[in-house]
């Protein structure tokens, strides 16, 4: 199993510019979600899913899309890149909506950098 | 919202010494999570806590739940040069499904 794969992992682009980032799992997760972290802020929640289909927003969505069409894929669309959303981004999935004792599987994450 | 607190932000040891981190929540936890990040790496789930007072090791790692089920903590002990990173702990509220609220962190670097 290749766990939670996500793409790119280092990205550049202007203002204005638009984006998706890419993300995949291979464990049949049903849980899956983007995070977004700074330096000093932890991990803040952008959006998530609980199923192909369904799709919520997190505590900072705006600026942000997501669509799950199938269970294995999650991907993150930037509208229109702001320097504010220069970050590194994370991917998570867990088997269970409630919480299970294998806790979040995290991709390693993509760079991005909004100039 | 709900808040995770997590003190200290950061934490420096010289090997050899213990560690402590802790979590508070402003509202009741169905459970909590904590997780380790090495430096430029991505977070990893250590374990789970779910029942009041519960109490749980692994190897050199004892992590704790309060009575109340409001806070938690993680403790080291004779720390090494490979338990650098920052250590996260993540709360899910006692109301049904909810979304695992992250605390900012701790992290701890440790001098050989």
């Known amino acids: 199993n290749a766990g939670v794969t996500q793409t790119p992992k280092f990205q550049v682009l202007k203002t204005g510019q638009s984006m998706t980032l890419q993300c995949a799992q291979d464990?049949?997760?049903?849980?899956m979600s983007w995070y977004r972290q700074d330096p000093g802020m932890g991990l803040r929640l952008i959006h998530y899913?609980?199923?192909?289909?369904?799709?919520d927003q997190g505590e900072v969505p705006n600026g942000y899309n997501v669509s799950r069409s199938t269970t294995e894929d999650f991907p993150l669309r930037l509208l229109s890149a702001a320097p504010s959303q220069t970050s590194v981004y994370f991917c998570?999935?867990?088997?269970?909506?409630?919480?299970?004792?294998?806790?979040?599987?995290f991709g390693s994450g993509t760079r991005l950098t909004v100039v | 919202g709900q808040q995770v607190m997590q003190i200290p932000q950061y934490q420096h040891v010289q090997e050899g010494e213990d560690f402590t981190t802790y979590c508070n929540s402003s509202?009741?936890?169905?459970?909590i999570q904590w997780y380790k990040q090495r430096p430029g790496g991505h977070p990893v789930f250590l374990i789970q806590?779910?029942?009041?007072?519960e109490v749980k090791k692994q190897k050199r790692l004892t992590f704790q739940f309060g009575e109340a089920k409001k806070n938690s903590s993680l403790h080291i002990t004779a720390t090494q040069t490979t338990d650098v990173g920052t250590y996260f702990c993540?709360?899910?509220?006692?109301?049904?499904?909810?979304?695992?609220?992250f605390g900012k962190g701790t992290m701890l670097l440790v001098s050989p």
């Open positions: 998570a999935s867990s088997y269970s909506v409630i919480g299970d004792s294998y806790g979040y599987t």
């Open positions: 464990m049949n997760h049903e849980y």
């Open positions: 899913s609980v199923g192909a289909g369904i799709t």
């Open positions: 509202t009741t936890l169905s459970n």
């Open positions: 806590l779910v029942k009041s007072g």
């Open positions: 993540a709360g899910r509220k006692n109301s049904g499904y909810s979304t695992l609220t």
